[in-house]
């Protein structure tokens, strides 16, 4: 009885020791949603995450970042007679004629998900919110965002308007390095002013209950009723539409780690429990390691051309990214180097190195020269003789014209002096 005991116990033992080591992968209730390293982009978890889905207002994210790419805050954006009658859904109740400037357009635009303001600020940069759409979709393709096709500035339904989870956290990565676009999707509450057309200010409320929960309903999350509201929260928006149901995207900061989550077509608050899900999921599964400094010496390497000739090659940037606390998979690098001729100017790119983890590179940086390398011993030898006859070569010429030059001075002088010699002897 006592040696099945003790089985028993070994058993359960060795059960949590399992339970234990083993990952604890994120509860994702949304159709489609992805968490990711801000800072590097490398996807921590994901659900459907390519499937493409409608983002409704999730595409204020791109016309924001676009506007202050474009504009200045003070910039005054004038409403054209068509745009406030041109929209529905949500607004700021714009009038044709009144102006405000870029910056309260801009709030108006992501706190309270205007739409006027939307369709204002797209046909103020792109003269016709066709031609600011098409360089919506131009800045997508540059960012890597294949997946998703922009038909207008503010997300209203529209079949062939489309996205995915994983190119909207790359879109939002992109927009959350610029200053202006942090401060304004993290800000809790805005006024904007009287302007020419309204009397009376206008005051809003983030509508992203990450940042702000005015409300009273809650969520579930690791089997405990909370409030939406996040600790770490830094931004970014929220959508809606039948069609797309509830969406979200999000930024958490936390020890210096920053991560994005996408969540896509859900119910009531459910955006807000997978967030809350997956930032916990990253910032306890994951932590942060720097993998090379900037200017770290990575390597010197022989240049054949000619005569052969070391140099060396140093980091472009740091790299840090999130790894696994857990992992028994080691991160290795590679380093890559270019075909090199010589000369190299300075700061040349010449190589890179890849981080790989597994069988997948989680980074790469740039490997640069860090002084200018000119040509082989060789080459500089030969250009030195060169120099060197060349400049006894000049020597000779001038020694010889300057010679020729004394040499009929003298005669001329030797031919005036016999002159007036022999006209004295003919006058005497």
Excluded: W
Aim: glycine fraction near 6%.
């Amino acid at each position: 009885m006592t040696k099945k005991v003790i089985a028993y116990l070994l058993l359960f033992y060795v059960f949590l020791l399992n339970t234990t080591i083993a990952y604890a992968e994120p509860t994702i209730i949304c159709t489609s949603a992805v968490l990711i390293d801000a800072n590097t982009g490398t996807i921590l978890a994901e659900k459907n995450a390519d499937k493409k889905m409608y983002p409704a207002s999730l595409t204020k994210i791109m016309t924001a970042i676009l506007a202050i790419e474009m504009g200045d805050l003070s910039d005054v954006i004038k409403v054209d007679d068509d745009t406030p009658y041109e929209i529905s859904g949500s607004h700021i109740a714009l009038e044709p004629g009144e102006m405000l400037t870029l910056k309260d357009m801009l709030y108006a635009l992501m706190l309270p998900s205007a739409n006027d303001a939307a369709l204002a600020i797209a046909k103020h940069y792109g003269k016709t919110e066709e031609e600011f759409v098409k360089l919506m979709n131009d800045k997508a393709k540059e960012l890597g965002a294949y997946n998703t096709h922009f038909v207008n500035p503010h997300g209203l339904h529209d079949d062939n308007h489309y996205t995915t989870a994983a190119d909207l956290a790359l879109i939002t990565k992109y927009a959350m390095k610029n200053e202006t676009f942090r401060e304004i999707v993290k800000t809790v509450k805005y006024e904007i002013k009287p302007t020419n057309k309204k009397s009376e200010p206008r005051y809003f409320t983030n509508l992203n209950k990450l940042i702000c929960n005015s409300g009273y309903g809650q969520i579930c999350v690791d089997g405990t009723y909370v409030s939406p509201e996040y600790e770490y929260a830094t931004g970014v928006k929220t959508g809606y539409t039948p069609e797309a149901g509830n969406s979200l995207v999000a930024s958490a900061e936390k020890n210096g780690t920053e991560l994005i989550a996408v969540a896509m077509q859900g119910e009531s608050l459910e955006m807000y429990q997978d967030a809350h899900n997956l930032f916990n999921y990253g910032f306890n599964e994951y932590e942060s390691a720097t993998l090379i400094n900037k200017n770290t010496f990575v390597k010197n390497i022989k240049v054949e051309n000619g005569d052969s000739k070391e140099i060396s090659v140093i980091a472009e940037n740091e790299f840090t990214t999130l790894i696994r606390r857990d992992s028994d998979k080691e991160i290795e690098s590679k380093v890559v180097i270019n075909d090199i001729t010589l000369p190299i100017e300075a700061n040349a790119i010449v190589g890179k190195i890849d981080f790989i983890q597994g069988e997948k590179v989680i980074g790469s940086v740039n490997l640069i020269t860090p002084t200018q390398v000119k040509s082989t011993l060789t080459e500089e030898s030969g250009r030195g003789l060169f120099l060197s006859v060349t400049k006894f070569i000049g020597t000779v010429i001038i020694f010889t014209l300057s010679a020729v030059f004394l040499l009929k001075v003298y005669n001329d002088v030797r031919v005036k002096i016999n002159r007036k010699k022999r006209h004295r002897k003919y006058n005497s």
